[in-house]
């Protein structure tokens, strides 16, 4: 019994850690993600469409040619050049429309990445879990396979019974196939990643989660608010264009006609009144801005109470979790079991059986960790 003992310092091995840059992984998301490419790609298209049309119309050039009739007459020859200017494109305001526009662009793209980096970090602290989760038991693996072996030699010497040995082949079981399972699904949530990082691989080997805080990303009430004042300038600058293009187009030009005895030049100026085409374009412009201000504030104070919410939920899983890893003393449990069972106060089937239930509070341990990392990762977005 006392060899046996001496062979069961098995349960706790530090593990050491080399923390990836998680930054650098979602940095290389950001650019490699297929999503965020073809984005990019139509906001350029999109830009360029917005920054289209915000010039003054092409000068128009006309040339008339007439043959007199009787014949005595002669021919007359007209040139005509003109160019008309419009308020809104003088004084600069579809430029500036357009530019609101483009920002707004900006912003939408920004919210995008940011919704595809948080399902990467989500991935990211589920690979880390199951990192964590493969390194437990398969040093639970191990140190019960050497154990297995301890207690062969002990059932042939008559030390032991078959009843400890069957025991501890069940454990065996049961952590192969845990092993097997966490393998598994490590390698869908790699593929996953894979995935969203445009089909180039990243292989996550951390067991320590990282500090999300410290994680620069954006925040979504940021991006609300970015966006909300974006929008409420492009609602402005239409309103703005709309009053513009009501006030009426001036056409100016140069005109000269030529006849074989006669000559006439000068200049010509024509006026177009926008008395249908305007119609009701500045009224929908400000039911429009009314709107987007009537719903900003409900958005607002719905994604403030989703974040103290997150906040309490995130403290209260934090504590919990910390608890259980307070609890469980892996060292002093594993003396104290040694003791017991050296002096013979449990039997070895007792022994393994506490030993199993130390094993399944460090895999409730792992869990509560894992669902506050998720919480924390959820809640980051928010800062």
Same mark, same amino acid.
């Given at each position: 019994?006392?060899?046996?003992?001496?062979?069961?310092?098995?349960?706790?091995?530090?593990?050491?850690?080399?923390?990836?840059?998680?930054?650098?992984?979602?940095?290389?998301?950001?650019?490699?993600?297929?999503?965020?490419?073809?984005?990019?790609?139509?906001?350029?298209?999109?830009?360029?469409?917005?920054?289209?049309?915000?010039?003054?119309?092409?000068?128009?050039?006309?040339?008339?040619?007439?043959?007199?009739?009787?014949?005595?007459?002669?021919?007359?020859?007209?040139?005509?050049?003109?160019?008309?200017?419009?308020?809104?494109?003088?004084?600069?305001?579809?430029?500036?429309?357009?530019?609101?526009?483009?920002?707004?662009?900006?912003?939408?793209?920004?919210?995008?990445?940011?919704?595809?980096?948080?399902?990467?970090?989500?991935?990211?602290?589920?690979?880390?879990?199951?990192?964590?989760?493969?390194?437990?038991?398969?040093?639970?693996?191990?140190?019960?396979?050497?154990?297995?072996?301890?207690?062969?030699?002990?059932?042939?010497?008559?030390? $032991?019974?078959?009843?400890?040995?069957?025991?501890?082949?069940?454990?065996?079981?049961?952590?192969?196939?845990?092993?097997?399972?966490?393998?598994?699904?490590?390698?869908?949530?790699?593929?996953?990643?894979?995935?969203?990082?445009?089909?180039?691989?990243?292989?996550?080997?951390?067991?320590?989660?990282?500090?999300?805080?410290?994680?620069?990303?954006?925040?979504?009430?940021?991006?609300?608010?970015?966006?909300?004042?974006?929008?409420?300038?492009?609602?402005?600058?239409?309103?703005?264009?709309?009053?513009?293009?009501?006030?009426?187009?001036?056409?100016?030009?140069?005109?000269?006609?030529?006849?074989?005895?006669?000559?006439?030049?000068?200049?010509?100026?024509?006026?177009?009144?926008?008395?249908?085409?305007?119609?009701?374009?500045?009224?929908?412009?400000?039911?429009?801005?009314?709107?987007?201000?009537?719903?900003?504030?409900?958005?607002?104070?719905?994604?403030?109470?989703?974040?103290?919410?997150?906040?309490?939920?995130?403290?209260?899983?934090?504590?919990?979790?910390?608890?259980?890893?307070?609890?469980?003393?892996?060292?002093?449990?594993?003396?104290?079991?040694?003791?017991?069972?050296?002096?013979? $106060?449990?039997?070895?089937?007792?022994?393994?059986?506490?030993?199993?239930?130390?094993?399944?509070?460090?895999?409730?341990?792992?869990?509560?960790?894992?669902?506050?990392?998720?919480?924390?990762?959820?809640?980051?977005?928010?800062?």
């Amino acid at each position: 019994m006392q060899k046996i003992v001496a062979l069961l310092g098995f349960l706790i091995v530090n593990i050491v850690v080399y923390a990836q840059d998680v930054a650098d992984v979602l940095n290389s998301i950001e650019n490699n993600n297929m999503t965020l490419k073809a984005l990019r790609d139509q906001h350029t298209a999109d830009k360029l469409d917005n920054l289209t049309g915000i010039n003054l119309a092409n000068p128009n050039l006309e040339y008339n040619y007439f043959v007199g009739s009787p014949n005595e007459i002669g021919k007359r020859h007209d040139i005509i050049v003109t160019q008309s200017f419009d308020y809104a494109t003088v004084f600069g305001y579809k430029k500036r429309l357009a530019r609101s526009k483009n920002e707004l662009l900006d912003i939408e793209y920004e919210q995008q990445k940011l919704t595809i980096l948080q399902q990467a970090k989500q991935l990211i602290t589920e690979i880390i879990y199951t990192n964590a989760a493969l390194a437990v038991y398969e040093q639970r693996l191990a140190s019960d396979t050497r154990l297995q072996d301890k207690l062969r030699k002990a059932v042939a010497e008559g030390e $032991e019974t078959k009843h400890s040995l069957a025991k501890i082949g069940l454990e065996i079981a049961t952590a192969t196939a845990d092993i097997e399972i966490f393998k598994a699904e490590r390698s869908t949530l790699l593929a996953q990643l894979k995935t969203i990082n445009g089909g180039a691989a990243i292989d996550i080997t951390d067991i320590k989660y990282p500090d999300w805080n410290t994680i620069s990303t954006n925040s979504i009430l940021t991006l609300f608010n970015a966006q909300q004042h974006a929008e409420a300038k492009v609602n402005e600058q239409e309103i703005k264009n709309a009053r513009a293009e009501g006030v009426p187009e001036i056409t100016t030009g140069y005109i000269s006609e030529l006849t074989h005895d006669e000559k006439f030049r000068g200049i010509t100026i024509g006026v177009s009144i926008p008395l249908w085409s305007n119609h009701n374009n500045v009224r929908r412009a400000k039911a429009r801005s009314l709107a987007q201000s009537s719903s900003a504030y409900d958005i607002i104070s719905q994604l403030t109470s989703q974040r103290d919410a997150l906040t309490q939920r995130c403290n209260m899983l934090g504590n919990a979790s910390q608890k259980l890893r307070d609890s469980i003393v892996f060292d002093e449990t594993q003396k104290l079991l040694n003791k017991s069972l050296y002096e013979g $106060e449990i039997s070895l089937i007792d022994y393994l059986s506490e030993l199993s239930t130390l094993y399944d509070a460090q895999a409730k341990a792992l869990e509560a960790e894992k669902t506050y990392q998720l919480s924390l990762v959820e809640l980051s977005i928010y800062k």
